[in-house]
């Protein structure tokens, strides 16, 4: 599988952002998907994930109840939706597909997945 990231830009802070994530050559719904950021200087982190399978999501605190994952069917597309944006959110934004199996979270998490996405850029400006 191939992902193609996209949709970031220059927000201000308190808005909103949704980043896709367009995926080709593979069984898109065989996957679950993950997103991760790096900030210059910093290293890249985890920020949420979701197993499309059971149905279960795991976010970093310090996006919980503001960031959501998504996913159209129809055009092979997760998004990850950003809301109450702050500076702090600044960063390049990085989607994974891993295997939808009883080990993705780890796999995921360790970095062993089947692709990575490119990067979006999303700036968040006070």
């Known amino acids: 599988v191939q992902l193609q990231a996209s949709g970031g830009g220059t927000v201000q802070a308190g808005g909103s952002l949704n980043v896709s994530c367009a995926a080709s050559?593979?069984?898109?719904?065989?996957?679950?998907t993950g997103w991760f950021r790096q900030a210059p200087g910093n290293e890249r982190e985890f920020v949420g994930a979701?197993?499309?399978?059971?149905?279960?999501?795991y976010y970093v605190e310090s996006v919980q109840d503001r960031f959501s994952l998504s996913r159209d069917t129809a055009k092979n597309t997760w998004y990850l939706r950003m809301n109450s944006l702050k500076p702090e959110d600044t960063a390049i934004y990085f989607c994974?597909?891993?295997?939808?199996?009883?080990?993705?979270?780890?796999?995921?998490?360790?970095?062993?997945?089947?692709?990575w996405g490119q990067g979006t850029q999303v700036t968040v400006s006070s």
């Open positions: 979701r197993s499309w399978g059971v149905g279960t999501s």
């Open positions: 050559g593979g069984n898109f719904e065989n996957y679950a």
């Open positions: 994974a597909a891993v295997r939808d199996d009883s080990k993705w979270y780890r796999a995921l998490r360790s970095g062993a997945v089947d692709a």
